[in-house]
């Protein structure tokens, strides 16, 4: 979003206002707008803080201040990670615009990363989106709703979804196997109880049951509902689910960032910044 608006109580300062230079008015003006898109981005943090449970730092560090500059009286607040915006950072691949859209908007959320990988691997069915169980499988979340970044690489590399050309982010046999047999690279002991393996189900969506590696069904499995599940312990016996597979859902409408902008109060911290940096300026001139 842009701060488009009127600077109040010009009438305060014009007599400092005329014993300035053009180029000291507007690095004024740069200044006030500069002070008022902080501001702004303040009370955004602070609405998302309120409005969501949890938030996320990447999704709070998410707005970022265009400034402007004396050869540009012009300011912008946008959540991005955008380097041709004049920003740096964020999660290269995913647009914090996209994530919070539906939320201020409604409508459908954008697809994530890992959701588009695993479609196009044809694991994740069309119109669906992935989602967290109640109760995350152990060491998977982040306490706030989301799946760990290496947990995810981890899971997506066993799944076999880096299929790009020249990606080598698949685990191979060897890695296969130390999942299998001790639950990843990092636990040392190797057993049934430790090793794990994911598997896919879709409950009735295809089928029913899923297929082995011999190419029978497994009809252990044909009542789970759709998703990534993780099997551990002798046997197998112990089976939690990773990622449910859900219908893609409409968000309503739940933030308002663009309101905040035309409150009347952003309008009179403009012209109280402005007046200040004018003030400042004069008094610098006659020093």
């Known amino acids: 979003m842009q701060l488009n608006t009127n600077i109040i109580g010009v009438d305060r300062v014009r007599k400092q206002l005329e014993a300035l230079s053009d180029l000291q008015i507007r690095e004024a003006s740069a200044k006030a707008l500069n002070d008022a898109a902080f501001q702004l981005r303040r009370d955004m943090q602070a609405h998302m803080r309120s409005t969501f449970d949890r938030v996320t730092p990447w999704i709070e560090r998410s707005p970022k201040v265009i400034m402007a500059t004396a050869d540009k009286l012009e300011v912008s607040i946008l959540p991005t990670y955008r380097s041709d915006a004049g920003t740096t950072g964020g999660k290269v691949g995913v647009d914090p615009q996209q994530v919070l859209q539906a939320q201020e908007y409604g409508g459908r959320r954008a697809d994530k990363g890992s959701e588009v990988r695993l479609r196009r691997a044809g694991i994740l069915p069309t119109g669906y989106q992935t989602a967290i169980p109640s109760t995350p499988f152990p060491g998977s979340d982040d306490g706030r709703g989301n799946l760990r970044g290496p947990f995810v690489r981890q899971l997506l590399s066993y799944l076999q979804t880096f299929n790009n050309l020249g990606d080598s982010g698949n685990m191979g046999k060897a890695a296969l196997k130390r999942m299998h047999e001790r639950g990843g690279k990092s636990n040392r002991f190797v057993g049934p109880v430790r090793g794990r393996?994911?598997?896919?189900?879709?409950?009735?969506?295809?089928?029913?049951?899923?297929?082995?590696?011999k190419g029978e069904f497994d009809q252990r499995m044909a009542n789970l509902p759709a998703g990534?599940?993780?099997?551990?312990?002798?046997?197998g016996v112990d089976v939690r689910p990773?990622?449910?597979?859900?219908r893609q859902g409409n968000y309503r409408p739940l933030l308002r960032l663009q309101s905040l902008r035309n409150e009347a109060e952003r309008a009179e911290y403009l012209g109280r910044r402005f007046r200040y940096h004018v003030r400042t300026a004069f008094e610098k001139g006659g020093q």
């Open 197 to 213: 393996r994911y598997i896919v189900t879709y409950g009735g969506m295809r089928g029913g049951a899923r297929q082995t590696q």
């Open 228 to 235: 990534i599940w993780a099997v551990q312990g002798t046997g």
């Open 242 to 246: 990773v990622l449910l597979f859900v």
